[in-house]
């Protein structure tokens, strides 16, 4: 049975793609290593087993330009200035170099007791998620006298389970944890993760342009029945409470890490001959910029909320009758709920300033702004 990764759409709806998916590189063998890739401005970094390969994007052939060693299985990557920071699963610390350079010295950056499985950035603090002990840490990268901490997480007994990755959007840290990924907002006070898709085992996530998250979903135990299973799904981070998703892309095949730069995504993943059982690494490479259409929430035009932003109420017109409504903030976190009628007001005095998102009659979303 043909085996495809599926890609998904939340809120933005994408036409079918599949003239878009081209090969972008292959290294037999070696490529089964490669387990995270980064593509940041013209470069792509790929890590390997004991490397981590540099690819230059604006070359018509892409071919390796430098490769890095001096590791023992390099994972996750992150890049802050001219530095590539990575974590070393087998080692318990975290490197950086200089990208920019021809021969480029290896730097230190922590040392840990458990593994550092997943990093990303927030300003100049660094975030690193350990499945050695499933805890998020974080250091701030231009303090010398800074030393690792860990974020105290509300319900963190929940986290457990699968390949952590972590990735962070604006204000917002999103973690894959086994069958579930969450989003916590790094401003408020009680760090409290909220689940925004439960699926399959998360590979991977990334951002494009527009803020569209994409996660790689990967089934194991589908997989070795080689069934159709694995799927990249895809959300706007502006609205993350409902799951309408359309199937985009197919014929992709075990993804292992995603990246997104300048609107192409570049996927490491397998490609298997399931004749002769033979495997070997493969990037593919998608034009987002040729599939992206936008759907507008489904909003009447005969509903009316004014004004927005408010400061107190919220002015609703347009209705036939009585409908239900519920208020949810930007990660999708139900807040307020009741029922409305034509030229009625909702009090929104108590809500903090923000984005938030009406739904009325489980059907008409609109976006509007509490000051």
């Known amino acids: 049975m043909k085996n495809k990764i599926l890609l998904y759409l939340f809120i933005f709806v994408y036409l079918p793609i ?65 530095y ?59 303090d010398v006298n800074s030393n690792v901490s860990e974020v105290d997480l509300y319900y963190k007994h929940l986290l457990y389970g699968g390949d952590q990755n972590i990735a962070i959007n604006g204000n917002f840290l999103y973690l894959s944890a086994d069958t579930k990924l969450y989003v916590i907002n790094l401003t408020t006070p009680t760090l409290e993760p909220s689940i925004i898709i439960q699926s399959k ?23 070795k029945m080689r069934e159709n299973v694995d799927n990249i799904s895809v959300l706007n981070t502006e609205n993350l409470m409902t799951n309408n998703f359309q199937e985009v892309i197919s014929d992709v095949y075990i993804p292992w890490s995603i990246t997104i730069s300048n609107n192409i995504m570049y996927i490491v993943h397998r490609e298997e001959d399931f004749n002769s059982g033979l495997s070997q690494g493969k990037i593919s490479k998608i034009d987002l910029s040729a599939a992206l259409t936008i759907n507008n929430f489904e909003v009447s035009e005969k509903i009316n909320v004014f004004p927005n932003p408010s400061s107190n109420f919220l002015n609703i017109s347009g209705l036939n009758k009585s409908e239900d409504y519920i208020i949810y903030d930007i990660i999708g976190k139900k807040i307020i709920n009741g029922t409305i009628a034509h030229n009625h007001k909702i009090n929104i005095l108590h809500l903090a300033n923000g984005l938030y998102f009406l739904k009325i009659n489980n059907k008409d979303i609109i976006k509007f702004i509490k000051k």
Do not use: C, W
């Open 18 to 82: 599949n003239s878009q998916v081209t090969d972008f590189m292959f290294l037999t063998g070696e490529l089964l290593g490669a387990r995270s890739i980064l593509a940041i401005e013209n470069y792509l970094f790929i890590a390997k087993y004991d490397k981590i390969s540099i690819v230059d994007l604006t070359s018509s052939i892409p071919s390796i330009t430098n490769e890095i060693t001096g590791f023992d299985h390099p994972v996750s990557l992150a890049v802050k200035g001219n």
């Open 84 to 142: 590539l920071y990575f974590g070393v699963l087998l080692e318990n610390r975290v490197l950086k170099f200089d990208y920019t350079q021809t021969n480029p010295s290896l730097i230190e950056v922590i040392k840990m007791d458990h593994t550092p499985s997943s990093i990303a950035f927030s300003g100049n603090e660094l975030f690193i998620y350990s499945t050695g002990n499933n805890k998020l840490y974080k250091t701030d990268i231009t």
């Open 201 to 223: 085992y998360t590979t991977d996530i990334a951002f494009d342009e527009n803020n569209n998250l994409f996660s790689s979903i990967y089934d194991y135990s589908k997989t």
